[in-house]
DNA sequence: CTCCTATATCGATGTGTGTCGATATTGATT
DNA sequence: AATCAATATCGACACACATCGATATAGGAG
């Protein structure tokens, strides 16, 4: 079976003028990111060496309770940002690559190609003095 | 006198622990782009062929009010993701891609993710959403 | 100076959200 | 069955924020 990759693959962005219902997706997607705790979370997850971490491992390092915990894990997963495995009483997090790349690429000007182009020279810096 | 917003170049991301601090001054930077009318204010910007647009340029297409516009130019000047300069009665705000090009690469997972193919995502159904 | 235009600020209002205690649900164990 | 542990959901609170009308500020023109 094809596999559900969910990922609805950010709308453009920056390449050209986005669209009311393209904004609001874009806008939720970022939203889920734009907080400390689950920064923190998302961090906490991709250092561990499993790359991955159930809720247990996360409130105390944290140190938030339980239950700020669970919401917060919730929120990433439904913005796509994290998968979920339920092993015994245990539910494991971890990223999904593909969305954390799709929400990069979102923040790029024209001219820059995803993936692991980590020499990108092709960022031009055309918005310096020009009075 | 368009002063040079600071761009405290975005602390680390996904590559190691966020610590509250920096988690909190990340999350700020993401908030400002967390919204559907900045989101489109930044495209509508970028997407000038003079790479700059004035607020009576940006009121009208996007369906907004002028003070809005005005707020929002505003939240993502202080952001460090728009750069400023008075024209005469106008005021013209460009992107400055330096600072998006940081919240960009805070989004990058280390080991380019490809190690952890091996392991194929299980993905299991996702929100079911029961109330 | 006065008038006009462009932008910013203020105030109010309704909506959204982070946090956590209490409680429910799920799975394992006996 | 009962009981315990891990996680999720619920409910409530306080706070943040997006929007916009009214008003203030700044600059240009006459």
Redesign the interface.
Known sequence: MT????VPCCPP??????G?GD??E???A??A????????L???I??QPS?EACVCHLAKPLGIQQPTVSHHLKVL??AGVL????RGTWVYY????ER??S???A????PVQAA?ADKTVS?????KGK?
């Open positions: 596999n559900c990759v969910v962005v920056l390449q050209k003028r986005l009311q904004a609001e874009l806008a939720a970022f939203k990111i734009a907080d400390p705790a689950r920064l923190r998302l961090s906490f991709a250092a790359g997963f439904e998968d979920r495995e339920r971890r990223l999904v690559p954390l790349a929400l990069r690429d923040l790029s000007i024209a692991k960022l031009r810096r055309a918005a009075r």
